[in-house]
């Protein structure tokens, strides 16, 4: 699914109301009705709403709930920032709601707060989609006012307000939310780690805009949900044999990170590549053989094959005393190739090495080992798009690791969205590189091996937490619920 900017939210609101012939209030009753539902459905009547309403469309929407929840006898207080210039929606509303027995509070100063009960709810309808500066002026002081106050929820409308939807709002004021109430589609700015302190539970609600705009729509970014992943996804053909499913190279471990490349070994097979070598330090080969005796082993430093494999993947827990090894993969492989972990930091330090990486090379860095690799930014959309850049740069597939992963390729973004903070243990990435590289020996592309590849892994975290919980799960619980997260996609 595309992930749209805010001026092409803009305009499929107004395609909407074009082709289904309707106004643009109606619209905005059919937002309104959609978070209505929702309230009812989630809030307790008995605690009371303060409904915070800027002058604009969000403020509609405020205005639009305020009034339907009055009619369901909900206990509402409604607060309008003073102004002169507001939308017409805005007046419409306005002017339905005065005709009621409501009073309606303006804001013209700090003076003028609510004083809120302790146990109420706070409906947050300053700015939506329409922002344009960040929050000053009263609207920052009763953003200020709120984020202390912490009422029972927070329920922002379309977004936090103070929140850009496409670009940075790092270092502003935003007002917290529990529960965000979003209109037909995510928004980019909730998959941004840098705004995870202001985002709550996301909801989206589908207000019926029109189903082909986002089609006819340009955009950098996608995100990858069950559908997406299902359409990567290869079904295993029944006469296969172990040599259809390819023969992936790990090199992988060093002294002190043995258990490295153990789970990405595990993770490798679970994931069905037909064959696996590992190339890990000798004291482990029988460890190995024992706790997973599908494997095979060599020696570090035996010559390897450069044509035997369909995939090589080098990196977790590798140490950074391999320069030799990395140097002789890079200049060698013939076979699409992933890279972790010290594979990446010898990279980083080396720039020998960084003009070495491969065309189709997979590179699956943490925000640290990014910036290592490719430099500091401002912010995360400067870093993500970095990853764009340098991933058309380099001809190859950079997976930015994090809660929402995203993987740049051929200049897209596409964020993940699986995954929990159950994943927040060492060794998960090294669990993610053994998938990936399964993957690549069965023949997926690299952009399609690290989409699907980071899909399965966060969904089989997510499957574990029927069994375990955030803190307890292990990265080498996934490789149980690996299965289960395979059938999903058939
Ligand atoms: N798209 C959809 O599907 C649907 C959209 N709908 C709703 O419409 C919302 C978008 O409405 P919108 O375009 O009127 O913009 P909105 O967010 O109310 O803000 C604009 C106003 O705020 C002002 N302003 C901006 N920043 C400011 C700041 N920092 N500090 C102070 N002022 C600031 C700006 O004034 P200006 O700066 O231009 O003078 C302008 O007056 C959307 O989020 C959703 O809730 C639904 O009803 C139906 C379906
Ligand atoms: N809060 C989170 N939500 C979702 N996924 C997470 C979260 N924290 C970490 N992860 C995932 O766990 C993995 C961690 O990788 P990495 O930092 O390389 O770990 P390690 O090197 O210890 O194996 C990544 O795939 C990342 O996306
Ligand atoms: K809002």
Redesign the pocket.
């Known amino acids: 699914m595309k992930l749209l900017n805010a001026s092409q ?2 305009q ?2 107004q395609i ?1 109301i074009q082709n289904q012939q309707l106004t ?1 209030l109606e ?2 009753e ?3 009705k959609k978070c209505v539902d929702w309230i009812v459905e989630n809030l307790d009547k008995k605690s009371t709403i303060y409904i915070f309403c ?8 405020g205005l639009a709930i305020a009034k339907l929840l009055l009619s369901l006898d909900f206990n509402i207080q409604v607060n309008i920032l003073a102004g002169e ?3 017409a ?1 805005f007046e419409a509303n306005l002017k339905a709601l005065k005709s009621t027995s409501l009073e309606i509070n303006e804001l013209h100063s700090a003076n003028d707060f609510p004083k809120l009960e302790a146990n109420c709810y706070v409906v947050d ?1 300053l ?11 009263l ?1 920052l002081e009763l953003a200020n006012y709120l984020n202390n106050f912490s009422p029972k929820k927070v329920i922002a ?3 936090p307000s ?1 929140m850009f939807l496409d670009h940075s709002s790092y270092g502003n004021t935003i007002i917290q939310a529990d529960e965000i109430l979003t ?2 589609t995510y928004k980019q700015c909730f998959f941004i780690a840098e705004n995870a302190q202001y985002l709550g539970n996301i909801h989206v609600l589908d ?1 019926g ?1 029109d189903a082909e705009f986002p089609y006819t729509q340009e955009s950098n970014f996608e995100i990858t949900d069950a559908n997406f992943a299902k359409n990567i996804y290869q079904p295993r053909n029944p006469f296969g044999h172990k040599g259809t499913f390819g023969h992936a190279l790990l090199i992988a471990g060093s002294q002190g990170k043995y258990g490295a490349a153990l789970m990405a070994a595990h993770a490798c097979l679970r994931t069905g590549v037909g064959l696996l070598t590992c190339n890990f330090p000798e004291e482990i080969a029988m460890p190995l053989a024992i706790t997973l005796p599908e494997a095979m082993s060599m020696k570090r430093n035996e010559t390897i094959d450069w044509d035997k494999y369909k995939s090589i993947g080098i990196g977790p827990g590798l140490g950074m005393e391999s320069f030799d090894i990395i140097k002789d993969v890079l200049t060698h492989t013939k076979s699409p190739l992933l890279i972790d972990a010290d594979g990446l930091n010898m990279i980083a330090a080396n720039d020998e090495l960084k003009s070495l990486i491969p065309q189709n090379a997979i590179l699956t860095p943490h925000p640290k080992e990014f910036e290592r690799l490719f430099g500091k930014t401002a912010n995360e959309f400067d870093r993500i798009d970095l990853a764009l850049q340098k991933s058309q740069e380099l001809h190859c597939v950079i997976v930015l690791k994090g809660h929402n992963t995203l993987i740049a390729a051929d200049g897209v973004g596409y964020f993940n969205t699986t995954g929990n903070v159950g994943l927040a243990t060492g060794g998960s990435g090294d669990t993610l590189s053994g998938i990936i590289t399964s993957l690549l020996a069965q023949g997926y592309i690299s952009k399609n091996a690290a989409i699907l590849g980071v899909y399965l892994h966060g969904l089989a975290a997510d499957l574990a937490l029927s069994k375990q919980s955030v803190e307890s799960l292990l990265p080498s619980d996934l490789n149980q619920y690996l299965g289960m997260a395979f059938k999903s996609l058939g």
Do not use: C, E, Y
């Open positions: 939210i803009h499929w609101d909407t643009s619209l905005m059919r937002a309104a800027g002058r604009g469309n969000n403020g509609g929407d210039k507001s939308s929606d309808a700015f939506g989609s329409g922002i344009n500066k960040p929050l000053n002026g609207p409308i379309d977004v103070g209109f037909q207000i805009l």
